[in-house]
Nanobody, 127 residues
Framework: QVYLVESGGGLVQAGGSLRLSCAASGRTFSISAMAWFRQAPGKEYEFVASFTWSASRTDYADSVKGRFTISGDNAKYTVDLQMNDLKPEDTAVYYC????????????????????WGQGTQVTVSS
């Protein structure tokens, strides 16, 4: 079992910044990649960004490219999401997720590809 705990959410004005952190524990050796998803009220889960351990590759949703940066530490099994120039449409619950599949340089950016999830942290951006 892999356990994920997120921190760092909150309320910020448009144009501001927040940094989310996620720490993994348990059977961390089974993690091949970690990612952030988000879910706004009444909407489906949306892929935000991912970081693979084998290639240190990062991928981003088009909606956050140039504003968000994901970074990972595969020695500590942590992944952070630096969010700059936040917009009201970034308001959502943000979830950290771990891919428990085989090591791969890429991820499949859909919720079903990730076997472990955190409890989520609220990010609210006011206009």
């Amino acid at each position: 079992q892999v356990y994920l705990v997120e921190s760092g959410g909150g309320l910020v004005q448009a144009g501001g910044s927040l940094r989310l952190s996620c720490a993994a524990s348990g059977r961390t050796f089974s993690i091949s990649a970690m990612a952030w998803f988000r879910q706004a009220p009444g909407k489906e889960y949306e892929f935000v960004a991912s970081f693979t351990w084998s290639a240190s590759r990062t991928d981003y949703a088009d909606s956050v490219k140039g504003r968000f940066t994901i970074s990972g530490d595969n020695a500590k099994y942590t992944v952070d999401l630096q969010m700059n120039d936040l917009k009201p449409e970034d308001t959502a619950v943000y979830y950290c997720a771990a891919d428990l599949g085989p090591m791969s340089p890429t991820v499949i950016p859909v919720p079903g590809a990730f076997g472990s999830w955190g409890q989520g942290t609220q990010v609210t951006v006011s206009s």
